[in-house]
């Protein structure tokens, strides 16, 4: 889907080691690839990270190069505001339109303040959030 809401996120599997972290930073580094956000979630034995860059389609492949699993995931983005109930309403409109939110995490950047969210399906998502009037990110925003 080419839609302006919808943003690739790189899912990046990590070793749970010394270094591991570092090698895939200096991968995105070598290929002049700039990390606008990430986060990293562990598990015993390996990390995910996950992260929105300014090329992905170059950070995809450099990090398949060089041995690492990673795959490109969809993900939207809901503006939020510093107050409460600020994330009820998107949350809202997305269980009643049957959407599950997988997982999220907060985004803030130069010109936006955002809830990054991975849903089951986010060209549906985006329709609903767009008719119940729940501002989107761009993903030129990012």
């Given at each position: 889907m080419?839609?302006?809401?919808?943003?690739?996120?790189?899912?990046?599997?990590?070793?749970?080691?010394?270094?591991?972290?570092?090698?895939?930073?200096?991968i995105l580094k070598d290929a002049?690839?700039?990390?606008?956000?990430?986060?990293l979630a562990e598990s015993t034995e390996f990390g995910i990270l996950r992260a929105l860059v300014d090329d992905p389609?170059?950070?995809f492949e450099r990090i398949r190069s060089r041995g690492l699993i990673?795959?490109?995931t969809a993900i939207i983005g809901v503006r939020i505001e510093d107050a409460p109930g600020a994330l009820f309403s998107a949350a809202s409109v997305l269980g009643r339109a049957g959407i599950n939110i997988e997982y999220g995490y907060a985004y803030?950047?130069?010109?936006?303040?955002?809830f990054l969210i991975r849903v089951d399906d986010p060209g549906k998502a985006v329709l609903a959030l767009k008719a119940?009037?729940?501002?989107?990110?761009?993903?030129?925003e990012i």
């Open positions: 080419d839609d302006e809401n919808i943003i690739t996120q790189l899912s990046i599997f990590v070793n749970n080691e010394p270094g591991r972290l570092a090698g895939v930073a200096s002049n690839v700039n990390m606008k956000e990430c986060n389609e170059e950070a990673a795959k490109k803030a950047g130069k010109n936006v303040e955002a119940a009037g729940v501002p989107l990110v761009k993903r030129s």
